[in-house]
């Protein structure tokens, strides 16, 4: 057998032997919040990482990303920090910098303020609904663990406007939330 149909053979059991994620199918809309927008860890790891998942093709044509910090900045400074933080990492194409950018916003919250959380939760809605971007939520916490369980807290309590409960308004009840670290090591305060 020659080696063309013998890589062809293999390529097509392989194929057929292993599940592969289909592109065919549109990836539902995403909305990724990252609390601690303004540290290192985002411009280091988390942007870059997003970034190559965009330029690869594996997020959702439907996403934002939402930073926030206490930091008074706009979406654009925010966005050309990140910009210069992947350049001094180095290692990225900037060919696909512009579009991933324009799904880069900003918002200043001081995660220890809980009341700032009604404003976030209107603000991501309202972004949703201009970019197509929906209910999947993703709240990233590139905090210190001491900040945690009061933004998890507040995350939770979020309410609805004009509606006196202490309802949750992040659309649905799929809310997944990500540490970037353990917490600690007692187990009945990560339960909580």
Known sequence: MEAGLIEDNISEKLDRASPVISRE????????????ATGDLTWRKLIPALYELYSSGSLP???????????????????DRLRDGMERAGDHDPSHWQDFAAALSYIRVHP???SQFDNLARAVRRMN????????LLHYLALP???????????????????????P???RSRRPSICRKPATGSLSYCSR
């Open 25 to 36: 199918r549109e990836l539902e809309p995403l909305t990724i919040i990252i609390y601690g």
């Open 61 to 79: 044509t439907s996403f934002r990303i939402v930073g926030t910090g206490r930091t008074d900045l706009g979406d654009e400074e925010w966005r």
């Open 112 to 114: 220890g303020e809980p």
């Open 129 to 136: 609904g201009r970019a197509g971007a929906g209910a999947n």
């Open 145 to 167: 663990p001491s900040m945690y369980e009061p933004v998890a807290e507040a995350i939770g309590l979020t309410s609805r406007p004009g509606v006196a409960s202490a309802r």
């Open 169 to 171: 308004c992040w659309v």
